[in-house]
């Protein structure tokens, strides 16, 4: 398994404002995922982050407005920008153990209210 | 890309009650895993299946891969079982994306 630890657990923000969630892992991995899951809603993958490269972002995200950071190979920050009521959601980040297709391991998640 | 569908959508039983959820995905996969998402937003790990059947106390799981489908099943279910239950795939292809099916929300009363 993996532990993962994520932080803020929760917060409330100001629409405009900025918020920056951090992951911490256990142990050194290649890959970091994030994760954005809207109210009554699925997971939906924003970006992968690898070390020492840009984040690779999924269609619809960008990286101006969800900047990432991957300083080293047990940490990564994910920062929501500008935000406004529909960045209300949770964010998780991930991580995955083994080589290839393996299992993959989420952190406690940060549950983001936008006002 | 692949996509995922679980069914049902929602479920309510009687504690006690015993009850399957299914996971139906377009392609073929690399790995299969199911997670509980408790109440306060955390995804637990439930299994890891790509195949075959494995079984951690009242919770069970088979994949059949060549049929594209999961089951997971819940005995004796408890309150402490209630949250939404997804199903997640990798498509292959160097793909490392998991995608999710929309969850089934189970609801046990007491």
């Known amino acids: 398994s993996a532990v993962i630890s994520q932080k803020p657990s929760r917060d409330i923000c100001q629409r405009g404002t900025s918020l920056t969630i951090q992951c911490q892992v256990d142990?050194?991995?290649?890959?970091m995922f994030w994760y954005r899951q809207q109210p009554g809603q699925s997971l939906t993958l924003i970006a992968t982050a690898n070390q020492g490269s840009e984040a690779t972002y999924e269609s619809g995200f960008v990286i101006d407005k969800f900047p990432i950071s991957r300083p080293n190979l047990t940490f990564s920050t994910l920062t929501v920008s500008n935000m406004s009521p529909e960045d209300s959601s949770i964010y998780l980040c991930?991580?995955?153990?083994?080589?290839?297709?393996?299992?993959?391991?989420f952190g406690q998640g940060t549950r983001l209210t936008v006002v | 890309g692949i996509q995922v569908e679980q069914s049902p959508p929602d479920l309510i039983l009687q504690e006690g009650a015993n009850s399957t959820l299914r996971c139906n995905f377009s392609d073929s996969v690399n790995n299969l895993q199911w997670f509980h998402q408790n109440p306060w937003g955390q995804l637990i790990n439930l299994f890891y299946?790509?195949?075959g059947t494995k079984q951690n106390g009242r919770l069970s799981a088979t994949t059949v891969a060549t049929e594209r489908y999961s089951l997971l099943y819940i005995s004796s279910s408890q309150t402490t079982d209630s949250g939404v239950y997804f199903c997640a795939v990798y498509s292959g292809a160097g793909s490392y994306q998991l995608t999710f099916g929309k969850g089934t929300k189970l609801s046990v009363i007491p």
């Open positions: 991930s991580v995955e153990r083994g080589v290839g297709f393996t299992e993959a391991f």
């Open positions: 142990s050194q991995v290649t890959m």
């Open positions: 299946i790509p195949s």
